[in-house]
Each structure stands twice: as structure tokens, then as C-alpha cells.
């Protein structure tokens, strides 16, 4: 099952340990899902805050 985050700090730090983030851009918001050994993560931000938070991510991203 996959854990939906909602704490944008916390989601960062996971994604030291994760093996990539998959971004998926809807119309009125953006989902970033982080892939660790055992776990889906998921945040769901707006696409103004998006880019922001994806510089600060700390593994590989791939567009959805």
C-alpha cells in the first residue's frame, strides 16, 4: 500500500534513500511519488510549489 505524505521536509529526506521519483502533472495539481525498497510514497502539491520541490529532491526523477 502506498503512504500519502504531507509534509514536504519529510517527503525530501525519504528521497535520500529512494531509487527515483516519479513526477505525474495533472491540471490542478502535480503527484510526486517516491519508490523506495518497500514502500510508495506519495505527495500531492500544487504546480506552483512543484518545481521548488523537485529541485530539493535527492535521487533520479522521471516524468510520467
Do not use: Q
Request: charged share 40%; with cysteine; proline share 3%.
Amino acid at each position: 500500500m502506498p503512504a500519502e505524505i504531507s509534509d514536504i521536509d519529510k517527503f525530501v529526506e525519504i528521497s535520500g534513500r529512494a531509487e527515483y521519483c516519479a513526477i505525474k502533472r495533472l491540471k490542478n495539481m502535480v503527484k510526486l511519488k517516491l519508490r523506495t525498497r518497500r514502500m510508495l510514497y506519495t505527495l500531492k502539491i500544487e504546480p506552483s510549489k512543484a518545481e521548488e520541490v523537485i529541485k530539493k529532491l535527492h535521487c533520479e526523477v522521471r516524468e510520467i
